[in-house]
Nanobody, 129 residues
Framework: QVRLMESGGGSVQSGGSQILACAVSGYTPKTARSYCIGWVRQAPGKEREAVAAIDVDGSTMYGHTVKGRFTISQDNAKKTVILQMTNLKPEDTAMYYC????????????????????WGRGTQVTAST
């Protein structure tokens, strides 16, 4: 029922910017407190890394490697979650997954960093030198 569809991936020069979008459908948490949508990335041979997340009231969390460079936001209807990426580095190259929590956790603090119940298929981001 929950569908998370990423878009916006591609290749970008180091220092450049890229915007990812997650189209959210069928996501109906039992309570507002259970709402959280986020982004997780994984590069080949590396561990998964939580990138950013946003909860029902717009509060956000960021991984320390991207804080200050990436910004997560959502529209008022919570149908689209955006990840704005600036000053991209080769280390940012990864598959980026849109994720959502499940009802057993409250806000994003409950799911952070890797306790997500729903995953999108991912979109590849490549930052070259």
């Amino acid at each position: 029922q929950v569908r998370l569809m990423e878009s916006g991936g591609g290749s970008v020069q180091s220092g450049g910017s890229q915007i990812l979008a997650c189209a959210v459908s069928g996501y109906t948490p039992k309570t507002a407190r259970s709402y959280c949508i986020g982004w997780v990335r994984q590069a080949p041979g590396k561990e998964r890394e939580a990138v950013a997340a946003i909860d029902v009231d717009g509060s956000t969390m960021y991984g320390h490697t991207v804080k200050g460079r990436f910004t997560i936001s959502q529209d008022n209807a919570k149908k689209t979650v955006i990840l704005q990426m600036t000053n991209l580095k080769p280390e940012d190259t990864a598959m980026y997954y849109c994720v959502a929590n499940d009802d057993q956790y409250d806000y994003c603090s409950g799911s952070w960093p890797l306790r997500w119940g729903h995953w999108g298929r991912g979109t590849q981001v490549t930052a070259s030198t």
